[in-house]
């Protein structure tokens, strides 16, 4: 349901342009998001966007990432520059769906996780 793609290894105060496409029945997306999790470390919110734009960031990416959302392609985008060694992680999409319309029918879900690796 949840597809993520543009991940990969670059060089610290480099970027990249992560994608995640939402297909199936959808009738309404309200949150989406980006999380992420390093190893032996918890999954943390890096960035979300509410269907009206709002956004919030994990404050250690604040000013050097972006995220943003294209509705109409039911798509989240999340723009990382100035990238640190430590944003190394694998990196998750997630949407809040509804398949009516309906807030009691929506439903988080998951993309598959894509892999940001980030050299010094």
């Known amino acids: 349901q949840l597809q993520a793609s543009g991940g990969g290894l670059v060089q610290a105060g480099g970027s990249l342009r992560l994608s995640c496409a939402a297909s199936?029945?959808?009738?309404?997306?309200?949150?989406m998001g980006w999380y992420r999790q390093a190893p032996g470390k918890q999954r943390e919110l890096v960035a979300r966007i509410t269907a009206g734009g709002s956004t919030n960031y994990l404050d250690s990416v604040k000013g050097r990432f972006t995220i943003s959302r294209h509705n109409a392609k039911n798509t989240v985008y999340l723009q990382m520059t100035s990238l640190k060694t430590e944003d190394t992680a694998v990196y998750y999409c997630?949407?809040?769906?509804?398949?009516?319309?309906?807030?009691?029918?929506?439903?988080?879900?998951w993309g598959q996780g894509t892999q940001v690796t980030v050299s010094s």
């Open positions: 199936g029945s959808i009738s309404s997306i309200r949150d």
């Open positions: 997630n949407a809040d769906i509804s398949p009516t319309g309906w807030a009691s029918d929506l439903r988080a879900y």
